[in-house]
């Protein structure tokens, strides 16, 4: 599969289509539309290198371990200037091996990389986990500190079933299947993976990432883009115990001091089934910040919460700004369709940001085009700090049934426009602390109260102190 640059941007329908505009009224001071900036595609190398691994001693007979042999093909090619390692016709087993610059490791359609059942064939590094770095077990297939990797093919990439949990009892994080850090031009396509208990795909650090018309299983997370820019989920399919894609920027001091954020990802016609949280969960690991995200055109089939979910707390700082999601269909919903929550989503971490600085700032929300089926709540937005109301909040053009209507609490520049969605149970609209327009009828809620303020530690943070573990 050749992803090159004109590929690359088609593929992931951001020529245009994707490009965010909040509304005019959900926009700052008049200030002109922000928009998600596309990523760049992979430099192929043109020496026209491939390479097959059994050229270095592999079997692809699902029971000798192919690891070195993969690795060797894998390292040739980087040292070479680049190419491309391709298995085929069998199962090749394997604990993790990292995938070097200029290099494409492409799957054909009777492929199977499966991963070992046996840790130590996964060295131990440092990882991010839930928006810190701690040791861990790194991916079974990864790449770190390289530029232009492709990863493609119609086979298939499947983790150890034997790995169970997401920690092991050493404390260190299991593996990912598929783990990028400090990645530049990266393009994923075409595959299906099968993972464990343990996150899906993970890029870290990464700019300039394309993922493609992947079929995602897994016993957890799908997609956790975790301080990255310019990435592009197109086209993908998705059915996960947890978020199928959850966007993040670190946890408490560390990720703040760090200051990597999330921004410029571009989510479309992407079909979602969550067995366990969300499909689209945003936080709660917010410190570094997330900006400029939008999602359009996808299906959402069924959700264990809510379909959308975007979260934080005091302690995270930083912001969430300029989210835009359009010509949405969501159907079956535990909860419902939309919740906000910034009071207490998340553990605590052990060196939180202190004060009103830890109080996350969120701002231009907006929501257009989406038809829900019978949901039990549209909007549940009630948890939101009332020392920092959400400024800017649009839902336009909403229809559909639901069992209970929007709840609104500490939010100014709200814009509620033709939101025709069947409420069977109380009232349509509930708000309090809330400016806007749109908003005549509403019934008054309780105001919701402000949680006790994050002091400071008496000891000051430096960057690397551990604390508690996760």
Request: net charge positive; with cysteine.
């Amino acid at each position: 599969m050749r992803v090159d640059r004109r590929g690359f941007v088609a593929a992931a329908g951001i020529a245009g289509g994707l490009a965010l505009a909040i509304p005019r009224e959900a926009s700052a001071r008049g200030k002109p539309a922000p928009r998600v900036a596309p990523p760049t595609a992979p430099r192929l190398p043109g020496s026209g290198l491939r390479i097959d691994p059994r050229e270095f001693g592999a079997r692809a007979d699902g029971r000798t371990k192919d690891t070195a042999a993969i690795q060797q093909a894998l390292d040739r090619c980087a040292v070479l200037g680049g190419g491309e390692v391709v298995l085929s016709g069998g199962t090749f087993l394997t604990g993790a091996i990292r995938i070097g610059s200029s290099t494409t490791l492409s799957l054909a359609q009777d492929a199977l990389l499966r991963g070992s059942d046996d840790l130590a064939d996964y060295p131990v590094t440092q990882v991010r986990w839930e928006g810190r770095w701690i040791p861990g077990y790194i991916g079974l297939v990864s790449a770190q500190g390289a530029r232009d990797v492709r990863l493609v093919g119609k086979g298939r990439i499947v983790a150890s079933r034997a790995i169970r949990g997401r920690v092991a009892a050493s404390g260190l994080r299991h593996p990912a299947l598929l783990e990028f850090v400090d990645v530049q031009r990266l393009a994923v396509a075409g595959l299906t993976t099968e993972q464990n208990d343990m996150w899906s795909i993970h890029p870290v650090y990464c700019e300039d990432v394309l993922f493609e018309g992947l079929v995602v299983h897994g016993g957890a997370d799908g997609i956790d883009v975790d301080s990255c820019r310019r990435v592009a989920i197109a086209r993908c399919t998705f059915d996960t115990a947890d978020d199928c894609i959850s966007l993040k920027s670190g946890r408490g001091l560390e990720g703040h001091a760090l200051a990597r954020p999330t921004e410029d990802v571009a989510i479309a016609d992407c079909t979602f089934t969550d067995r366990r949280w969300a499909c689209i969960g945003i936080g709660s690991e917010t410190s570094g910040g997330i900006r400029r995200v939008s999602v359009d055109r996808c299906r959402f089939l069924s959700a264990y919460t809510f379909s959308i979910y975007i979260k934080s707390r005091p302690g995270r700082g930083a912001f969430i700004e300029d989210i835009a999601m359009r010509d949405l269909e969501v159907g079956s919903a535990g909860d419902g369709f939309l919740r906000l929550n910034f009071l207490d989503s998340g553990k605590q971490d052990p060196f939180p940001v202190p004060g009103d600085e830890g109080i996350p700032q969120v701002r231009r929300l907006s929501f257009e085009r989406v038809r829900v089926a019978d949901v039990p709540t549209l909007v549940q937005a009630t948890s939101i700090h009332p020392a920092k109301p959400v400024e800017g909040f649009v839902l336009r053009a909403i229809t559909g049934a639901a069992e209970r209507g929007i709840f609104l609490a500490n939010m100014r520049d709200v814009v509620l426009e033709s939101v025709a969605v069947t409420v069977r149970s109380g009232a349509a609209l509930s708000t309090a602390n809330v400016t806007g327009r749109g908003l005549a009828g509403a019934a008054a809620l309780e105001p919701t109260p402000a949680p006790p303020p994050v002091a400071p530690d008496p000891v000051p943070y430096r960057l690397g102190m551990t604390g508690t573990p996760n």
